[in-house]
């Protein structure tokens, strides 16, 4: 059995003072994610669910969320690692994982937003022990893995998580983190490095077991409402495949296990789909480029187009103070745009009825009253996007039912605070029903219009072979646009 070392508390509080000498903390952002399917000989699959499975979300609890989001998102502008956000209040899906030797189960939200993956650690007195969600948490306890190892602070990831060397740092410390969140909670606890347990796929349809050796955070310390008295929605941890090169998909990446190439295909009907780490080669995807130096996947929009009809707006309203281009972000409900854009959209939208009864409702939505079809009495909206990429949006996407009326999903992100004030982010509003593919190798996004029931195709780039990722039918529904939310 390999000797490791039990993080003590006096360890651990070591080891965040000197992270706090340094002035550095990491952070992480939270995504949506279904199921990942991977092509070469050591990538894996994950089964995930939907957060608010059977619950029917409100559309208050969805926008709440999207704010507790964007705080996050917009936080990460300044931090290292380009992120942070709350793994138990702005994710929508999860997924169980398997960490150490002998394996031992977690939950995780499992999220394309975050750089850094970290589950709940065994000196956790503060940790929620239960959860809302039906599930039983698990605690990390090094001393029950062989494989677990605790990372020095002289390691290169760590120099790299951290900025820098930090300082006090001898052989024998161990390798701390530190994340502050918006909202005032916080979790801190040292880096460990064991193996992380999933399927990978073997044939068509077909998986077998694998392992990956990977870094990843052993939270010993929670306060806020990461603490024990916040059980609702409550998890392990995180599961990160962010930009960075300190994500899972960068780590697995690294030691030539996968390329650095992902997708996901959100089921607005059914509330299943896919997630797939690989290279996809059916269907067909456009690509667009993802905007140098930002924390997140941001394109560059150019156009946006109403029906038949261009909106006379500049590509210059996208971007806002350090931000560039159009967040791409699954793990937010709605979709947020700046109030040049905004504006003239819905005026074109309502114009299409000129007798509609257009109502304020909550002193937020836009909503009216409509007997007929919404898809034959409203235009689609299309964003286009650098390379001739465009997302097409319809009717009964964009358009939600509250209280007898149909409301607009479009948000004014010029209302906002000022953090957020005029952000352009496109969340599960536009992205369900597409798959969404991800390649760093390149360095750019696309998507196209896709059956999420249906199965996709993958390339081993090792072998040269071609698979079919599977479909995951989940029994409950999404509750998001298409799907008519409680009020």
Known sequence: MTTTTTPTPTTIAMAITILRRSFVVTAVVLFLSLLITAVSAHTGVLNVKYKYAGQGPSITQLKAHDTRRQLGILAGVDLPLGGSGRPDAVGLYYAKIGIGTPTQDYYVQVD????????????????????????????????????????????????????????????????????????????????????????????????????????????????????????????????????SNLSIISQLASSGKVKKMFAHCLDGVNGGGIFAIGHVVQPKVNMTPLVPNQPHYNVNMTA???????????????????????????????????????????????????????????????????????????????????????????PHEYLFSLEGLWCIGWQNSGRQSRDRMNL????????????????????????????????????????????????????????????????
Request: hydrophobic share 35%; with cysteine; proline share 3%.
């Open 304 to 394: 946006v187009q109403v029906g038949q009809v261009f909106l006379n707006i500049s590509i210059e309203v996208f971007e806002a103070g350090d931000r560039k281009g159009t967040i791409i972000d699954s793990g937010t409900t709605l979709a947020y745009l700046p109030e040049l854009v905004y504006e003239p959209l819905v005026s074109k939208i309502i114009s299409q009825q000129p007798d509609l009864n257009v109502q304020t409702v909550r002193d937020e939505y836009t909503c009216f009253q409509y007997s007929k079809s919404i898809d034959d009495g409203f235009p689609p909206v299309v964003f286009h996007f650098e390379n001739s990429l465009s997302l097409k949006v319809y």
């Open 112 to 243: 394309t937003g975050s750089d850094i993956m970290w589950v709940n650690c065994i000196q956790c007195t503060e940790c929620p022990r239960r959860s809302s969600l039906g599930i039983d948490l698990s605690l990390y306890d090094i001393k029950d893995s062989a494989t677990g190892k605790m990372v020095p602070c002289n390691q290169e990831f760590c120099v790299e998580v951290n900025g820098g060397p930090l300082t006090g740092c001898t052989a024998n410390d161990s390798c701390p983190y530190l994340q502050i969140y918006e909202d005032g909670s916080s979790t801190a606890g040292v880096f460990i490095k064991d193996l992380v347990l999933y399927d990978r796929v073997s044939g068509d349809l077909q998986t077998t077991s694998a392992n990956g050796s990977i870094i990843f955070g052993c939270g010993a310390r929670q306060a806020g409402d990461l603490g024990s008295s916040n059980e609702d929605e409550a998890l392990d941890g995180i599961l990160g495949f962010g930009k």
């Open 424 to 487: 352009t982010l496109l969340g599960d509003l536009v992205l369900s029903n597409k798959l969404v593919v991800y390649d760093l190798e390149n360095q750019v996004i696309g998507w196209t219009e896709y059956s999420c029931s249906s199965n996709i195709k993958v390339l081993d780039d090792q072998t040269g072979t071609i698979h079919l990722g599977k479909y995951y039918e989940m029994s409950f529904g999404l509750g998001v646009m298409g799907h008519r939310p409680n009020m």
